[in-house]
T-cell receptor, first 111, second 110 residues
Framework: ETGVTQSPTHLIKTRGQQVTLRCSSQ?????VSWYQQALGQGPQFIFQ???????GRGNFPPRFSGLQFPNYSSELNVNALELDDSALYLC??????????FGPGPRRLVL | KNEVEQSPQNLTAQEGEFITINCSYSVGISALHWLQQHPGGGIVSLFMLSSGKKKHGRLIATINIQEKHSSLHITASHPRDSAVYICAVKYGGSNYQLIWGAGTKLIIKP
């Protein structure tokens, strides 16, 4: 069974730039959720995509946007990067409401 | 006040000790996860609970829905158990949104 994978592993950007993070969901899963984990804190829900549509959103500004593709992989896009966007970004996929599979490791974005 | 509170924030113990990490939540939930996060590594789901108790190897998780409280226990702790342990609750209807605790950093000394 193919697990959840994320890319790239690390990113260094400057303020004002744009970034795209990618997530391949586990085989058989049609839902992807994205989380941001700031240093020393628990992950915060950004949004969820289900069958290519946004299916829920946390308290993040519109410069955080996403996509889900027909193969259920997903992208997280962040525009006009700010220093506070420096964090680990975690992707999780699910087949339904009961389980989630998490990526092999959060991906660090450093500004 | 955070919707999910964990205690302690940090815990250092000697190898072999019995470990307890607590999680309290203030919202209505349908399930609670215990997860393990290693430095620079991935997050591993240890348990998902909606009632009662689950055991896997040296790990035991319990939940009391009425008291809105869950505990994660580690018996015969080992240095390889050193990690951050996170409690997350499933909240809401069809959206599988998790609300996460801040985590408990556990260090087991040999």
């Amino acid at each position: 069974e193919t697990g959840v994978t994320q890319s790239p592993t690390h990113l260094i950007k400057t303020r004002g730039q744009q970034v795209t993070l990618r997530c391949s969901s586990q085989s058989g899963h049609n839902t992807v959720s994205w989380y941001q984990q700031a240093l020393g804190q628990g992950p915060q829900f950004i949004f969820q995509y289900y069958r290519e549509e946004e299916n829920g959103r946390g308290n993040f500004p519109p410069r955080f946007s996403g996509l889900q593709f027909p193969n259920y992989s997903s992208e997280l896009n962040v525009n006009a990067l700010e220093l506070d966007d420096s964090a680990l970004y975690l992707c999780a996929s699910s087949r339904g409401p009961e389980t989630q599979s998490f990526g092999p490791g959060p991906r660090r974005l450093v500004l | 006040k955070n919707e999910v509170e964990q205690s302690p924030q940090n815990l250092t113990a000697q190898e072999g000790e019995f470990i307890t990490i607590n999680c309290s939540y203030s919202v209505g939930i349908s399930a609670l996860h215990w997860l393990q996060q290693h430095p620079g590594g991935g997050i591993v789901s240890l348990f998902m609970l909606s009632s009662g108790k689950k055991k896997h190897g040296r790990l035991i998780a319990t939940i009391n829905i009425q008291e809105k409280h869950s505990s994660l226990h580690i018996t015969a702790s080992h240095p390889r158990d050193s990690a951050v342990y996170i409690c997350a609750v499933k909240y809401g209807g069809s959206n599988y949104q998790l609300i996460w605790g801040a985590g408990t950093k556990l260090i087991i000394k040999p």
